[in-house]
């Protein structure tokens, strides 16, 4: 795709076909999804563009162009008149950018996904994950309800992207009635963003959702994340171009989903009559050396071989075990994995695989150190 001088769509007016100043046609839903460049928001923004949704998405501003996730389904409007989805410099720390869009865009349906959500690095940065994750997330709530109240455009519907992490020592497993019990400025930010969705929807009447939902994994998930961190891994030794893994914590258990599963649970909660909160998992637990055996093992490697422990990834205070009970989510809204453990695993090493294999053609031919990663 080409790219252009701001967001990759531009957000300036008469910029291509798609509405940017008023409201859906009466068979086109509008949605805003904040988050829109990280791995769920590219699985959402290709379901609702499926379900025929016109997309927008709200980026931050970044020296380098942060959109390679969603480059595939993005239509320059200059040269199209297909573009549905459409992109938009906020930030969560900006209360005025997200009143602003809501404003113009006047959307039906908003997504909160965005987040510093790296676990490990709240413990760096505490002070930003708060304001981002928790307080961004009012500012987005406080946006939507007073965009609401000056338009009256009660029926926009709130999606708050929750996490597993709320739950914390909480032995499994873990439910909407569980407590939560927070072990990182990460999770108990995501504890406030909680909160506070429940309490606009109890204050304003805000038809507000909170999804919990437990760890989904992709090709497209974050490299330091340590499902990732290990795909890419395998398949870079499995092609030489490394051979060593340093890692941290290996006794750790994750309810470990496929990402684009879960968008679809976020999509059906704001389909339902009232507004409510769901746990989203597999209800199967892993811990990290499992998922070791079954990555490495796929491509006849032993993991053995290679995994050192490096103290540095340890985390100040961990979550030891994870497991959901999603029996209100599969019963109410009808939803369920279509994606396995195994398959997961299977399904992240043979794209990392592929990725290697063209980071080794730029190995050889000396456009890439094989240190470097693209
Ligand atoms: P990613 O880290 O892949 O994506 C995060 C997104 O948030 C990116 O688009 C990022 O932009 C954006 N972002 C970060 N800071 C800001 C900011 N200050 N203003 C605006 N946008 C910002 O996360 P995932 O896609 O994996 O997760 C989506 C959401 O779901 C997150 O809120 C996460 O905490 C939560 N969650 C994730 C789970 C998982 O297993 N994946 C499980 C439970 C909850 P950029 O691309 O520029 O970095
Ligand atoms: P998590 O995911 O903290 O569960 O948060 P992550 O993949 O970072 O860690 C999972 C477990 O693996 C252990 N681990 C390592 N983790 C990383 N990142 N790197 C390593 O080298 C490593 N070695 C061992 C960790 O200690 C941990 O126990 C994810 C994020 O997507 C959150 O945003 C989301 O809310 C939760 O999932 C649900």
């Excluded at 795709?1 to 008469?14: L, M, R, V, W």
């Excluded at 029926?155 to 939560?180: C, D, L, R, V, W």
């Excluded at 199967?284 to 990834?313: C, M, P, Q």
């Amino acid at each position: 795709a080409t790219e252009n001088e701001s967001p990759k769509s531009g957000s300036g007016s008469g910029s291509g076909s798609v509405t940017v100043n008023g409201d859906a046609t009466p068979d086109r839903k509008i949605a805003l999804i904040t988050g829109i460049t990280g791995q769920d928001g590219s699985y959402l923004t290709e379901f609702l563009l499926n379900k025929g949704y016109e997309v927008h998405g709200l980026i931050r501003r970044s020296s380098n162009f942060n959109t390679q996730r969603i480059n595939h389904i993005y239509i320059d409007p200059h040269n199209a008149h297909k573009a549905r989805m459409k992109l938009h410099y906020a930030d969560l720390s900006d209360a005025s950018s997200l009143r602003r869009w809501l404003d113009t865009i006047r959307p039906d349906e908003v997504y909160n996904l965005a987040a510093q959500s790296h676990v490990a690095v709240s413990f760096e940065i505490p002070d930003y994950t708060a304001d981002v994750v928790a307080t961004g997330a009012l500012r987005l709530l406080e946006a939507v309800r007073s965009h609401i109240a000056a338009t009256g455009r009660s029926h926009i519907k709130y999606y708050q992207a929750g996490s597993s992490e709320m739950f914390g020592s909480t032995p499994p497993p873990q439910s909407e009635n569980t407590p939560f019990h927070p072990r990182s400025p990460y999770a108990a930010s995501k504890c406030a963003a909680h909160w506070y969705t429940v309490n606009y929807r109890e204050a304003y009447g805000l038809y507000a959702c909170n999804g919990i939902l437990f760890n989904h994994e992709s090709p497209r998930r974050g490299e330091n994340f340590v499902t990732r961190k290990i795909t890419r891994a395998v398949g870079r030794i499995k092609i030489g171009l490394q051979s060593k893994l340093f890692l941290g914590n290996l006794q750790a258990s994750r309810d470990w989903g496929f990402a684009g599963d879960y968008v679809e649970a976020m999509w059906m909660m704001l389909q339902q009559e009232k507004p409510d909160d769901y746990v989203v998992a597999t209800e199967e637990s892993h811990t990290v050396e499992e998922f070791l055996e079954v990555a490495f093992g796929y491509v006849g490697l032993n993991w053995k071989d290679h995994v050192v422990i490096d103290k540095r990834y340890f985390r100040p205070a961990e979550v030891d075990n994870l497991k959901g009970d999603s029996s209100k989510a599969r019963k109410v809204l009808g939803w369920k994995p279509r994606v396995g453990f195994e398959q997961l695993v299977k399904m992240m090493v043979d794209e990392d695989i592929e990725l290697a294999k063209r980071e080794k053609v730029l190995v050889d031919a000396g456009y890439m150190d094989a240190q470097q990663q693209p």
